[in-house]
């Protein structure tokens, strides 16, 4: 049996022991809402690049698009209560991806690699500016913060597909993921922090990922 198999399997009998009712509709809630997050980060970070060259401000969007994407995942892992997630310190959530979900081998170490080259490139973009000589030249590496990004989201957002159907499975009635975006919060919030043309890549992403309705 293969370690995904073995996770979601204790997966499974997690959701069937779990006396509160309410608490699994809340987890998938919370994993919806952060990653709307995540991809919202994402594409806004490429889109402020892209119209103005501007360094200063994608390598923060996108190391909290990971952020984001890491705190999707762990909202539905058995191992993890909601409430240590709640104003999470960035290490601890790194501890968390490497202990329940690398350690496990559901994510691959590249995964945490990535997270943990964007929290640096973040620091320095924020802590670091006016170095005479940077550590980072970003104006050269602006293009590739997208296409470091993809395999991260390909790899969560697969693995949260397979959590979900798990989780669903034990009680189909509560809320999914794709309801949550799709008819709940989803496009309220993206007409509050989108444009337009944004948003409709951002529901663009959401389809071709299947997570919305």
């Known amino acids: 049996m293969s370690s995904l198999s073995n996770y979601l399997k204790d997966l499974k009998q997690a959701v069937t022991v779990e006396e509160d009712e309410y608490v699994w509709s809340e987890r998938l809630h919370k994993s919806a809402h952060h990653l709307l997050a995540a991809i919202c980060f994402r594409e806004n970070s490429q889109a402020?690049?892209?119209s103005t060259n501007t360094i200063l401000l994608p390598p923060i969007g996108f190391y909290y698009s990971v952020f984001h994407l890491s705190m999707a995942?762990?909202?539905?892992d058995y191992q993890t209560q909601l409430d240590e997630l709640t104003k999470i310190k960035h290490q601890k959530?790194?501890?968390?991806?490497?202990?329940?979900?690398?350690?496990?081998t559901l994510l691959p170490n590249s995964y945490l690699e990535t997270f943990q080259g964007?929290?640096?490139m973040r620091e320095y973009a924020n802590y670091s500016f006016g170095k005479k000589i940077p550590k980072y030249d970003f104006m050269k590496i602006g293009d590739s913060f997208y296409t470091i990004t993809e395999e991260a989201f390909?790899?969560?957002i697969d693995l949260i597909h397979n959590m979900q159907k798990t989780i669903e499975n034990s009680n189909s009635s509560w809320l999914t993921i794709q309801a949550a975006i799709g008819?709940?919060?989803?496009?309220?919030?993206m007409r509050i922090y989108l444009p337009k043309e944004l948003e409709e890549k951002v529901v663009s992403f959401l389809i071709e990922k299947n997570l919305t309705t």
């Open 73 to 76: 995942a762990l909202s539905i």
């Open 93 to 104: 959530l790194k501890k968390y991806i490497q202990e329940r979900l690398i350690q496990k």
């Open 48 to 50: 402020i690049w892209e």
């Open 183 to 189: 008819d709940g919060f989803g496009d309220d919030l």
């Open 118 to 120: 964007l929290q640096d």
């Open 154 to 156: 390909n790899l969560v």
